[in-house]
């Protein structure tokens, strides 16, 4: 089974700077689905990204954009100009393209507070 | 479009009750996911369904949790009787389903449990 690994539990970013959130994960599949989610203290579960893991380019969606390495494993969250309503539980998820099922699986997420 | 709604969001209930735990999918979405959140164990997948039929039950807890999905509009979640180690936000989710499509889940609010 896939395993989806976030390695910092908690971060801290000053407000308007930069912040990265790691994640790894372990699969023998070559081509699959790889998400952000955030989860703010309202409990709703928001797509941030996503990315195709046959697509070189990596993803951009305004302030957020990932480091995508798929050599490495690695799929990091790239939080620019970080705004206090970014403070959140994120958590990184992998999804197979496989015709097996769509199951997704997440990792155990890293909590993230912007200080003003 | 509504979203997934889950009802109801909160819901305290005495050890030895049942409870049942509602979920409506985005229309058009043929799979449905069961999720629990704890502070202990992260996000756990319970169940997920395609097309109204169960295609993982393997994170079900035990004998003591059902779920059911008898329309492409409707799917329950039933803890029969309820423990305090129940308590725990259960989140349901939707997808398009298909294969090799970059559809992602959609969570819906969640469901707090506080079981006494």
């Known amino acids: 089974a896939q395993t989806v690994t976030q390695s910092q539990p908690e971060m801290s970013v000053q407000e308007a700077e930069t912040v990265t959130l790691s994640c790894t994960y372990d699969t023998s599949e070559s081509d699959y689905y790889l998400f952000w989610y955030k989860q703010p203290p309202s409990r709703q579960m928001i797509l941030v990204i996503r990315q195709e893991a046959y697509k070189q380019q990596n993803a951009t969606e305004n302030r957020f954009s990932v480091n995508f390495q798929k050599a490495a494993k690695s799929f990091s969250l790239k939080i620019s100009d970080s705004q206090l309503g970014d403070a959140a539980m994120y958590f990184c998820a992998y999804r197979s393209k496989s015709n097996t099922g769509n199951q997704f699986y997440f990792g155990t997420g890293t909590s993230l507070t912007v200080i003003p | 479009d509504a979203g997934v709604i889950q009802s109801p969001r909160h819901e305290v209930t005495e050890m030895g009750q049942e409870v049942t735990l509602r979920c409506k999918p985005i229309?058009?979405?043929?799979?449905l996911f069961w999720y629990r959140q704890t502070m202990m164990r992260g996000l756990e997948l319970l169940i997920y369904f395609n097309n109204n039929v169960p295609i993982d039950d393997s994170g079900m807890p035990e004998d003591r949790f059902s779920a059911k999905m008898p329309n492409a509009s409707f799917s329950t979640l039933k803890i029969q009787p309820s423990e305090p180690r129940d308590s725990a936000v259960y989140f349901c989710?939707?997808?398009?389903?298909?294969?090799?499509?970059?559809?992602?889940?959609?969570f819906g609010p969640g469901t707090r449990l506080t079981v006494l």
């Open positions: 989710a939707s997808s398009s389903g298909l294969a090799y499509s970059t559809d992602t889940q959609y």
């Open positions: 229309s058009g979405h043929n799979s």
